[in-house]
């Protein structure tokens, strides 16, 4: 019937009507046989009224048939092959035994498509059948490359898959489906379901995507999951950190959850499992007692018969901060600058202040025999100098250089020294009772300070000076740069007087008097120092009042007085973005199998970069208390270099690191890093089957469950035909046999309607 050039055909009408005649024409017939119809619609057989019906509609049908003269076109087409993609997640769940005792997850599926291959050849002439792994970008795996490399994918991003395999069916191949093969696990875009805009992006890919479970559900398995903590806690404030245990197949058991820092266990708990797949909340509550970032570590027993063991714990970072600045302001008498100073402090959210006056000098004589008469509520010397003393954050001495001559002054000066040496801050603010009248009344804290006194004070109004290292320390620092912050300092009133001083070698000498001198140089004004392990500052005048003083006067919007004491406090409490060695993990949290990297940032002591020093940084295991490697670079122009660890170990680690110019040791610096044992695609061994029919589902697809018995017949949108452009036609309706059915229709109607007397 067909040529053999031709391998399709179709009915097609052949009349040179138009399609409106062929309507009319053909509503004509309708109109006769109905008419036809009616007339006999009185006749009492049922048999003659149906022979007369039958008759006329035949022949109206023949009637049709040659109006539209029926034929046959023989066609010459192209079938388009389309695509059908195989994506397998090769993301490292799929690691996991698909049973208890059984296969991994991937090989489950390299068996199924080893066995769906004589189904795929199948499909070869209408569809091409390509298999990519999803690693996460998609990639050609073949069924053997699943069954051997094992999956190493760190996140699982089902979406982001579908998304590529869609994208790369433009232009005439197009996808004709997805089958997936997954456990579902996703922890990206689907985490929370195919809801919002997953879902939107699923019924956008057009395509029907197939679904193939893979794992079972009833593994058994403890993780830690769920985290939520801050990223940073204030020191002495209460703190709660939450996590969720996730236990399958430990119904009716207690489980022991511990929270721990760097292996000192902070709390514990015991939470009991009620089902065998059960979630159960903890929390715990603890107050962190020192500043810096430290290393936590949430923890539950392993298990021999668990399916994952690595997912028992889970580390976290915490950077602990100073909520408020405890400070002690121990005045000598009341003056414009201890009125300013109280008044900044008080306002100052960040500073809990606790302030006492004393309102003598060694010279006063009260007359009395017992010092103690001389106030209602006696001193609390011993209380504040001694018990209380390592609770403040910052003593200020302002025109102070009186000591209680009843109790030991040197116990208490001692106590002083040390709180300065072992940590503490310290600031002593000139006047005419200390650096002066009341300098000899403190040998043994004077020894703490940068500055001696040189003499008595001088009267003279004038401008202080910055000097070339106050143009870059962060204490003198009240513009947005050097010329910015000399410019600042320079529009400032002159100051009434100051102490007459000498620094002491290994002093910074931020501001300084530009007519006193002392042996040759300019009498300092601002000066400071590490001590020990503490730092000191000495303001060699009770007059930056005046700094306030004039910005408040005449409604400028200069903050020069507020900005240099909080800048001040802010370097004596050694605020981390102040220190001249700044170390800093990056990032905080490392997942499993990657470097740990460190930035280190270095001053030199008036903060200007520390270009060309040499850096060492030791990673330091909290777990062995034992180094694990070392790295060293130099910094460059800005002061800063970065390093990398090679992938160490899970665990919490310190980074300690140390830096020195020359001979010039630069200080020392720390930061930790949590390294996770598992990220967040091993964290959890459970599959994800509504996910897997949600998808299948939007889709238009079908949901499996692997194994399967072969492969299912799964929905596919059939490939276009394209017509090639040879067509030939035989006409039906040009037989003659054709034309005598009419004829003996139209016959055997006018017989029978003679014969029932209709005619």
Same mark, same amino acid.
């Given at each position: 019937?067909?040529?053999?050039?031709?391998?399709?055909?179709?009915?097609?009408?052949?009349?040179?009507?138009?399609?409106?005649?062929?309507?009319?024409?053909?509503?004509?017939?309708?109109?006769?046989?109905?008419?036809?119809?009616?007339?006999?619609?009185?006749?009492?057989?049922?048999?003659?009224?149906?022979?007369?019906?039958?008759?006329?509609?035949?022949?109206?049908?023949?009637?049709?048939?040659?109006?539209?003269?029926?034929?046959?076109?023989?066609? !010459?087409?192209?079938?388009?092959?389309?695509?059908?993609?195989?994506?397998?997640?090769?993301?490292?769940?799929?690691?996991?035994?698909?049973?208890?005792?059984?296969?991994?997850?991937?090989? !489950?599926?390299?068996?199924?498509?080893?066995?769906?291959?004589?189904?795929?050849?199948?499909?070869?002439?209408?569809?091409?059948?390509?298999?990519?792994?999803?690693?996460?970008?998609?990639?050609?795996?073949?069924? +053997?490359?699943?069954?051997?490399?094992? +999956?190493?994918?760190?996140?699982?991003?089902?979406?982001? +898959?579908?998304?590529?395999?869609?994208?790369?069916?433009?232009?005439?191949?197009?996808?004709?489906?997805?089958?997936?093969?997954?456990?579902?696990?996703?922890?990206?875009?689907?985490? *929370?379901?195919?809801?919002?805009?997953?879902?939107?992006?699923?019924?956008?890919?057009?395509?029907?995507?197939?679904?193939?479970?893979?794992?079972?559900?009833?593994?058994?398995?403890?993780?830690?999951?769920?985290?939520?903590?801050?990223?940073?806690?204030?020191?002495?404030?209460?703190?709660?950190?939450?996590?969720?245990?996730?236990?399958?197949?430990?119904?009716?058991?207690?489980?022991?959850?511990?929270?721990?820092?760097?292996?000192?266990?902070?709390?514990?708990?015991?939470?009991?499992?009620?089902?065998?797949?059960?979630?159960?909340?903890?929390?715990?509550?603890?107050?962190?007692?020192?500043?810096?970032?430290?290393?936590?570590?949430?923890?539950?027993?392993?298990?021999?018969?668990?399916?994952?063991?690595?997912?028992?714990?889970?580390?976290?970072?915490?950077?602990?901060?100073?909520?408020?600045?405890?400070? =002690?302001?121990?005045?000598?008498?009341?003056?414009?600058?201890?009125?300013?100073?109280?008044?900044?402090?008080?306002?100052?959210?960040?500073?809990?202040?606790?302030?006492?006056?004393?309102?003598?000098?060694?010279?006063?004589?009260?007359?009395?025999?017992?010092?103690?008469?001389?106030?209602?509520?006696?001193?609390?010397?011993?209380?504040?100098?001694?018990?209380?003393?390592?609770?403040?954050?910052?003593?200020?001495?302002?025109?102070?250089?009186?000591?209680?001559?009843?109790?030991?002054?040197?116990?208490?000066?001692?106590?002083?020294?040390?709180?300065?040496?072992?940590?503490?801050?310290?600031?002593?603010?000139?006047?005419?009772?200390?650096?002066?009248?009341?300098?000899?009344?403190?040998?043994?804290?004077?020894?703490?300070?940068?500055?001696?006194? *040189?003499?008595?004070?001088?009267?003279?109004?004038?401008?202080?000076?910055?000097?070339?290292?106050?143009?870059?320390?962060?204490?003198?620092?009240?513009?947005?740069?050097?010329?910015?912050?000399?410019?600042?300092?320079?529009?400032?009133?002159?100051?009434?007087?100051?102490?007459?001083?000498?620094?002491?070698?290994?002093?910074?000498?931020?501001?300084?008097?530009?007519?006193?001198?002392?042996?040759?140089?300019?009498?300092?004004?601002?000066?400071?120092?590490?001590?020990?392990?503490?730092?000191?500052?000495?303001?060699?005048?009770?007059?930056?009042?005046?700094?306030?003083?004039?910005?408040?006067?005449?409604?400028?919007?200069?903050?020069?007085?507020?900005?240099?004491?909080?800048?001040?406090?802010?370097?004596?409490?050694?605020?981390?973005?102040?220190?001249? =060695?700044?170390?800093?993990?990056?990032?905080?949290?490392?997942?499993?199998?990657?470097?740990?990297?460190?930035?280190?940032?270095?001053?030199?002591?008036?903060?200007?970069?520390?270009?060309?020093?040499?850096?060492?940084?030791?990673?330091?295991?909290? +777990?062995?208390?034992?180094?694990?490697?070392?790295?060293?670079?130099?910094?460059?122009?800005?002061?800063?270099?970065?390093?990398?660890?090679?992938?160490?170990?899970?665990?919490?680690?310190?980074?300690?690191?140390?830096?020195?110019?020359?001979?010039?040791?630069?200080?020392?610096?720390?930061?930790?890093?949590?390294?996770?044992?598992?990220?967040?695609?091993?964290?959890? *061994?459970?599959?994800?089957?509504?996910?897997?029919?949600?998808?299948?589902?939007?889709?238009?697809?079908?949901?499996?469950?692997?194994?399967?018995?072969?492969?299912?017949?799964?929905?596919?949108?059939?490939?276009?035909?394209?017509?090639?452009?040879?067509?030939?036609?035989?006409?039906?309706?040009?037989?003659?046999?054709?034309?005598?059915?009419?004829?003996?229709?139209?016959?055997?109607?006018?017989?029978?309607?003679?014969?029932?007397?209709?005619?």
């Amino acid at each position: 019937m067909n040529s053999p050039s031709f391998n399709a055909w179709k009915l097609v009408s052949l009349s040179p009507l138009p399609v409106w005649a062929l309507v009319l024409l053909g509503v004509g017939l309708v109109l006769g046989i109905a008419l036809a119809a009616w007339g006999v619609r009185r006749e009492p057989s049922r048999g003659r009224k149906l022979l007369l019906w039958g008759l006329r509609l035949g022949a109206g049908v023949a009637a049709f048939f040659f109006l539209l003269e029926p034929g046959i076109r023989h066609l !010459q087409v192209a079938r388009m092959k389309n695509r059908v993609a195989v994506l397998v997640d090769r993301s490292a769940s799929m690691n996991f035994p698909s049973e208890p005792g059984g296969p991994t997850r991937s090989a !489950q599926v390299a068996a199924f498509l080893e066995k769906a291959a004589p189904t795929f050849a199948s499909w070869q002439d209408r569809f091409t059948v390509e298999v990519y792994g999803v690693d996460p970008e998609l990639a050609p795996v073949t069924a +053997a490359q699943l069954a051997q490399e094992p +999956a190493r994918a760190g996140t699982t991003d089902l979406l982001a +898959a579908l998304r590529s395999a869609a994208s790369g069916g433009q232009g005439s191949r197009k996808l004709s489906g997805v089958l997936l093969f997954s456990d579902g696990a996703d922890n990206t875009e689907l985490k *929370a379901g195919a809801v919002g805009r997953a879902r939107a992006a699923l019924t956008d890919l057009g395509v029907p995507v197939s679904t193939f479970l893979v794992g079972q559900e009833a593994l058994k398995d403890l993780s830690v999951e769920g985290l939520k903590v801050d990223d940073f806690a204030f020191v002495r404030n209460s703190l709660t950190v939450e996590v969720e245990i996730h236990g399958r197949g430990f119904s009716g058991q207690d489980i022991p959850v511990v929270l721990s820092q760097e292996g000192k266990t902070v709390a514990s708990k015991l939470v009991k499992m009620t089902t065998g797949d059960d979630v159960k909340p903890v929390s715990f509550t603890f107050t962190p007692d020192q500043t810096g970032r430290f290393v936590y570590t949430v923890t539950v027993p392993t298990f021999p018969d668990e399916a994952v063991s690595d997912n028992n714990s889970r580390s976290f970072t915490l950077k602990v901060i100073r909520d408020r600045v405890r400070v =002690l302001l121990v005045v000598g008498r009341p003056s414009w600058d201890e009125r300013f100073l109280r008044g900044l402090l008080k306002q100052d959210a960040n500073v809990d202040l606790v302030s006492f006056y004393i309102l003598r000098t060694l010279s006063d004589d009260p007359g009395v025999s017992n010092e103690r008469e001389l106030s209602l509520i006696p001193f609390p010397m011993e209380e504040i100098f001694d018990t209380k003393l390592h609770t403040f954050d910052v003593v200020i001495f302002q025109n102070f250089g009186y000591s209680d001559p009843s109790l030991s002054i040197a116990e208490y000066e001692r106590n002083l020294e040390r709180y300065i040496h072992e940590g503490g801050a310290f600031v002593m603010i000139g006047g005419d009772s200390v650096l002066g009248e009341g300098r000899a009344a403190m040998p043994t804290l004077m020894e703490a300070l940068p500055v001696e006194a *040189a003499g008595p004070a001088n009267t003279d109004p004038f401008k202080p000076r910055l000097t070339p290292e106050g143009l870059r320390h962060p204490v003198t620092s009240i513009g947005t740069g050097a010329a910015s912050t000399e410019g600042a300092w320079g529009e400032l009133p002159p100051i009434p007087g100051a102490n007459l001083t000498r620094a002491r070698p290994g002093a910074t000498v931020l501001m300084d008097h530009p007519f006193m001198t002392v042996d040759g140089k300019n009498a300092p004004l601002v000066s400071v120092w590490d001590y020990g392990r503490g730092r000191a500052m000495v303001v060699a005048t009770d007059a930056t009042w005046s700094w306030a003083f004039t910005a408040h006067r005449d409604g400028s919007p200069s903050r020069a007085y507020d900005r240099f004491w909080g800048n001040a406090l802010r370097w004596l409490v050694r605020d981390p973005d102040l220190t001249t =060695l700044k170390v800093t993990a990056d990032p905080p949290s490392v997942e499993p199998g990657r470097p740990v990297g460190v930035v280190v940032q270095a001053r030199m002591a008036d903060y200007q970069p520390a270009e060309g020093a040499q850096v060492r940084v030791e990673l330091f295991s909290v +777990a062995t208390q034992k180094p694990v490697a070392v790295q060293t670079g130099t910094t460059g122009a800005d002061g800063v270099v970065r390093l990398e660890f090679a992938p160490p170990a899970p665990g919490p680690y310190k980074l300690l690191a140390s830096a020195k110019k020359g001979e010039t040791d630069l200080g020392k610096g720390e930061d930790a890093v949590a390294v996770r044992a598992v990220g967040p695609e091993l964290s959890d *061994a459970s599959v994800r089957p509504e996910l897997m029919e949600q998808i299948a589902s939007i889709t238009e697809g079908k949901a499996y469950k692997l194994p399967h018995d072969g492969m299912p017949d799964v929905p596919l949108l059939d490939p276009p035909v394209v017509e090639v452009g040879r067509a030939k036609d035989q006409p039906l309706w040009d037989r003659w046999y054709y034309l005598v059915a009419l004829i003996a229709l139209l016959g055997a109607e006018w017989f029978a309607r003679r014969r029932f007397g209709y005619v």
